[in-house]
């Protein structure tokens, strides 16, 4: 049931990005946005559109904070991908941008997502100007210097570091690199209907950090056609993870233990998170 939900909500994402694409002109930037924003999990776009409907916005308001995540994480990727972040040539099974085109059009196309992200969350059909307004704010504070991009910066700075990383360590820099646009999806929903975001954060941080559990997991137990894209390199680059610290069964346990947590923050919705407690042991589970 979840994965079907999860699939078709992909599609409807995918349909939407076809539609808004094509009223661009039709240059190797508008084609490396398309690019980015193709496949994945669409699990960001999933929690948006889900925590809309549990506080019943309609679907045509709810997209537009499933596209702008969208795109705020496929800039987030296109950028991580480069030369000077973690020189990736893999992504979703296909060449990064920059392997497609060249580091400058991936630049491009990562900042243009980023601008996009933002702009697709002030469209009037959002809602009320100050919906519109809190949305801007709060994903800007959730992409840039006290969210993700902070997390991104941890990371880069923890490979110099004069200690090996803490177990709450990686917790902070996870929180940041990967937790906070998994929050913001989450919240959109509640932001749209101008209702109490705290159970939806609660269980979007519980969320986030199971989610990047289960990647240092995948790092080590999965492999790279599955994933479509390296594994190992934590390992060899001697990089602190949750199972280099925790063990493999130590990570899977404490994964599981945040799942539970998880939903247990979604017991204010007796009758409408079911999708959403899905959603957090799908995020155990899954195998890319």
């Not at 919906?131 to 700075?157: F, T």
């Not at 950090?209 to 995948?218: E, P, T």
Request: hydrophobic share 45%.
């Amino acid at each position: 049931m979840f994965r079907d939900d999860l699939t078709a909500a992909g599609g409807t994402i995918q349909r939407a990005f076809d539609v808004l694409f094509a009223g661009y002109p039709d240059l190797p930037v508008v084609q490396g946005m398309a690019y980015a924003t193709r496949g994945g999990k669409r699990l960001r776009g999933y929690l948006a559109l889900e925590s809309a409907r549990l506080h019943g916005v309609a679907a045509d308001r709810a997209i537009w904070p499933a596209l702008a995540i969208e795109s705020i994480h496929a800039y987030s990727l296109v950028h991580d991908d480069l030369p000077c972040m973690d020189n990736d040539a893999l992504r979703r099974g296909q060449p990064t941008v920059h392997m497609k085109w060249d580091e400058g059009t991936a630049l491009l196309v990562g900042d243009a997502l980023q601008a996009l992200g933002h702009e697709l969350v002030a469209r009037p059909e959002v809602g009320p100007p100050e919906v519109r307004a809190d949305l801007s704010l709060s994903l800007a504070r959730a992409s840039g210097a006290r969210g993700m991009v902070l997390g991104q910066a941890l990371d880069i700075a923890a490979e110099s570091a004069p200690r090996p990383l803490t177990l709450s360590d990686i917790a902070a820099l996870q929180q940041g690199k990967t937790g906070a646009l998994i929050v913001w999806a989450a919240e959109s929903g509640a932001r749209l209907a101008q209702a109490d975001t705290q159970p939806l954060r609660t269980y979007a941080e519980a969320l986030g950090l199971a989610f990047q559990i289960a990647d240092d997991v995948l790092d080590v137990t999965g492999d790279a056609m599955t994933l479509g894209k390296a594994v190992g390199k934590d390992a060899a680059a001697g990089k602190a993870t949750f199972v280099s610290l925790l063990g493999l069964e130590g990570a899977q346990r404490r994964a599981a233990e945040l799942v539970d947590t998880a939903c247990d923050a979604l017991s204010v919705y007796p009758d409408g998170a079911e999708n959403l407690k899905q959603a957090a042991h799908f995020v155990i589970s899954r195998q890319s």
